[in-house]
């Protein structure tokens, strides 16, 4: 299940939202534990580290994220596609977990297809022009969750 909706831009500044990748040279590939993504504050400074480097696809773990979340993620410069965790059992957190990958809006035409396991797993599969294809995994196995460690170990086997 990926969950994307829109944020207010006013944070970035103009040139940093028309930096276009140009997919025939190259697209850079970044991943960072974010340690949680509730504040909005943060969201934003890392938004404009990224677009200012030139990342074009950025992988975070434990985003620590609720499936009612309430502020927004996409913006002008990417796209979010979230994987949020649902506790099976009472004594879990559904905020300890989660992954999210960012995605330039300009290679959101490439995305084919979307698989996500909650709370650890989300897989885009690019193709892009001459039938090059990318599959980009971004993958949070947690360590106090061993059943769910396991389930998504077998979900990436297959």
């Not at 990342?55 to 609720?66: A, G, M, N, R």
């Not at 960012?102 to 084919?112: A, G, K, V």
Request: hydrophobic letters at 30%; charged letters at 15%; one cysteine or more.
């Amino acid at each position: 299940m990926s969950n994307s909706t829109t944020m207010p831009t006013s944070f970035a500044d103009t040139e940093t939202q028309h930096n276009n990748p140009n997919i025939n040279e190259k697209i850079e590939i970044a991943t960072h534990n974010i340690q949680g993504l509730n504040n909005l504050v943060k969201l934003q400074n890392w938004i404009q580290y990224c677009s200012k480097n030139n990342l074009h696809i950025v992988s975070l773990t434990e985003t620590k994220l609720k499936n009612t979340h309430e502020f927004t993620l996409t913006n002008l410069i990417y796209k979010f596609f979230i994987s949020n965790f649902i506790p099976y059992q009472k004594q879990q957190r559904e905020t300890s977990l989660g992954t999210a990958l960012m995605i330039h809006h300009s290679l959101t035409p490439y995305i084919r297809n979307i698989l996500t396991y909650p709370g650890t797993l989300i897989r885009l599969d690019f193709q892009f022009p001459n039938n090059n294809y990318m599959c980009i995994i971004s993958t949070y196995l947690p360590s106090n969750h061993d059943d769910l460690l396991m389930r998504t170990q077998r979900q990436l086997n297959n």
